[in-house]
């Protein structure tokens, strides 16, 4: 089992659609999860760190099940500027951070 | 002001040349680390430094040497480069939070250093 599985994508959405992205992760140890977006040929960004209640920034909310092992991004009301590949990110200790592949999020007009 | 840099940006070069990419960050980060991104877009760490000194090498060849002569800096060497070298290449920086090994601090990317052998 890979340490951290996205959904596939991609993901072709129209404007203000809401979408959901999945991650799970293997190491039950884990402490530490967040979301990246990278942009085409970009460099990753923190897009929002996940806490264990969920959080929420803007339009973005994050959700983590450590019972699960599952972690969940929601963007609501998307822009085309929503368009990026999002990374789930996970703490795999010593400042590691395992990544998934992410995922492809198109957002249409 | 640019948190992290690196240089080049882009590097062509032949295979079984030897090649040095910089990385510089102001961001006062204790720890910095190199990552490489293969054609099928998977980021993956190859190394990672906390004030100078290494604390995680991937499974990587030695053909690449990392070195930090301060901790602000972390250079990457490779030597005799080879066709499955090329990607891109980032560098990234953060702060530890000393006690615990599960940080929760996030990392700061450069914006790359696109590497292509011919």
């Known amino acids: 089992r890979k340490e951290v599985e996205q959904d596939p994508g991609p993901f072709n959405v129209p404007e203000g659609a809401t979408v959901a992205f999945n991650c799970t992760y293997s190491?039950?140890?884990?402490?530490?999860f967040f979301w990246y977006r990278q942009d085409c040929r970009k460099e990753p960004k923190l897009l929002m760190s996940v806490y264990s209640s969920g959080n929420e920034d803007g339009r973005f909310t994050a959700q983590l099940n450590r019972a699960s092992q599952y972690i969940s991004l929601l963007i609501r009301d998307s822009k085309l500027s929503d368009s990026a590949t999002y990374l789930c990110?996970?703490?795999?200790?010593?400042?590691?951070?395992?990544f998934g592949k992410g995922t492809m999020l198109l957002v249409s007009p | 002001d640019t948190a992290v840099s690196q240089t080049p940006k882009y590097l062509v070069t032949q295979m079984g040349n030897d090649k040095s990419i910089k990385c510089e960050q102001n961001l006062g980060h204790d720890t910095m680390y190199w990552y490489k991104q293969d054609s099928k877009k998977f980021l993956k760490i190859m190394f990672s430094y906390n004030n100078k000194e290494l604390i995680i090498n991937e499974t990587v060849p030695n053909r690449f040497s990392p070195k930090s002569p301060d901790k602000a800096h972390l250079n990457l060497h490779i030597n005799s480069l080879e066709l499955g070298d090329s990607a891109v290449y980032f560098c990234?920086?953060?702060?530890?939070?000393?006690?615990?090994?599960?940080?929760?601090?996030?990392?700061?990317f450069g914006d790359g250093t696109r590497l292509s052998i011919l």
């Open positions: 990110v996970v703490n795999s200790g010593y400042s590691t951070l395992t």
């Open positions: 990234a920086s953060s702060q530890s939070t000393g006690i615990s090994t599960y940080s929760n601090q996030p990392q700061h």
């Open positions: 190491n039950s140890a884990s402490q530490s």
